[in-house]
DNA sequence: CATGCCACGCAGCTAAACTACGAGTTCGCT
DNA sequence: AGCGAACTCGTAGTTTAGCTGCGTGGCATG
């Protein structure tokens, strides 16, 4: 559940940044089948690798976890 | 890096709700030496682990990542 | 002293993070 | 319509690290 939100907030990041799957794997060293993995919340990125998404993406840990609909 | 800051957040917060590692590890349901190690920052929960701290702790799970020692 | 809270080393298991390859699908362009 | 780039999605494999238990020992505070 929250790896889907997850994912999507780094893919909804990435097209904001104007980069490509393959562009952001190749920032961050890894393959381009594991970000097509975790942008869909097959997979979770460990907290290093949270990490290392913010600063390719060039913001902050917590705004990989704000989501628009957040009840409260 | 990142973990060591997770684990002084998580630490806070548990203290801020009087909580002790072993009442927090029975409401995770998980060992009181993963706590120590979490918060020690040796050892980072998983993604999924994240969204159960931020439960048992009544906050959201941005709110784990959210310092006060932000550099800007 | 005695009890509760926590740090920490050691050792082990297993889930899942991460990889590669190949084929299929959707899309923006002209 | 058709071309190609971007992405999905199986399957299968490797390896990291998340998580465990146990045992010890330090440090408070009553």
Chains 1, 2 share one sequence.
């Not at 979770?44 to 600063?55: C, H, I, K, T, Y």
């Amino acid at each position: 559940m929250l790896q889907k939100k997850l994912g999507r907030r780094i893919a909804e990041l990435r097209r904001s940044k104007k980069l490509t799957q393959e562009q952001l794997a190749e920032s961050l060293g890894c393959s381009v089948e594991f970000i097509s993995l975790v942008e869909r919340g097959v997979n979770a990125p460990s907290v290093a690798g949270l990490a290392d998404f913010a600063r390719v993406l060039k913001v902050e840990v917590r705004d990989l976890f704000t989501f628009e609909d957040e009840k409260r």
